[in-house]
């Protein structure tokens, strides 16, 4: 097993939809969580951090179950310019430092 | 703005020869830097910590004889892909870390590595 996964997609939405992406994790030692954003052929950017208590930063949600050991992101009115790979990434335990990532969700939107 | 600048952004080598990518944090010192390699739809994977001022730490399954890392400054690390071949065409990506070892790394713009 992974350990850490995504549903590949491409997950194909109109403008104005709302979309979910979920990433499991499998060491439930994992201590921080991140959602990355990667355009074709760029670098991942830091979209957001995922907190216990989940966290929203404008159309952006993030969750964290850590009972069932997963994270999620939900895109509310979706523009186009969200179009991007949405990547997952965990930092696998807290003192080796290393941040393990998922093999990211596309998300295109249409008009 | 961006705080880890890498350097070149893409090259064209020839095979057997040898690569540099030089990876540089912006207005901070980065005691540890990631390397990362992306091959086309497929996800980031891990090659090798870089620690600055003794060896670098490589996954399993990465050549460190072939990908030699140098961190010799607090603000520099650099990736050398030594006697490239085709399959080492990639995209390399180094990263870090602006904080506490709990916080998302920052990555720098990445190198497009193609061999002839």
């Known amino acids: 097993r992974k350990e850490v996964e995504q549903d590949p997609g491409p997950f194909n939405v109109p403008e104005g939809a709302t979309v979910a992406f979920n990433c499991t994790y499998s060491n439930s030692a994992s201590q921080s969580f991140f959602w990355y954003r990667q355009d074709c052929r760029k670098e991942p950017k830091l979209l957001m951090s995922?907190?216990?208590s989940g966290n929203e930063d404008g159309r952006f949600t993030a969750q964290l179950n850590r009972a069932s050991q997963y994270i999620s992101l939900l895109i509310r009115d979706s523009k186009l310019s969200d179009s991007a790979t949405y990547l997952c990434a965990v930092i696998k335990i807290y003192n080796t430092d290393k941040l393990i990532f998922g093999t990211g969700t596309r998300l295109q939107v249409f008009p | 703005g961006a705080v880890v600048s890498q350097h070149p952004s893409w090259v064209i080598c020839k095979s057997g020869t040898s690569v540099k990518i030089e990876c540089r944090s912006l207005?901070?010192?980065?005691?540890?830097m990631f390397w990362y390699r992306q091959f086309p739809k497929q996800s980031l994977m891990l090659m090798a910590t870089?620690?600055?001022?003794?060896?670098?730490?490589?996954e399993q399954g990465v050549e460190k004889d072939k990908f030699l890392i140098n961190h010799a400054s607090l603000t520099l690390s650099t990736l050398t892909v030594t006697s490239a071949h085709p399959e080492d065409s990639s995209f390399y990506i180094c990263?870090?870390?602006?904080?506490?070892?709990?916080?998302?790394?920052?990555f720098g713009n990445g190198t497009r590595l193609t061999v002839t």
């Open positions: 995922v907190y216990s």
């Open positions: 870089s620690n600055e001022g003794s060896k670098a730490t490589y």
């Open positions: 990263s870090a870390r602006v904080g506490p070892e709990n916080s998302p790394l920052h």
């Open positions: 207005d901070f010192q980065a005691t540890t």
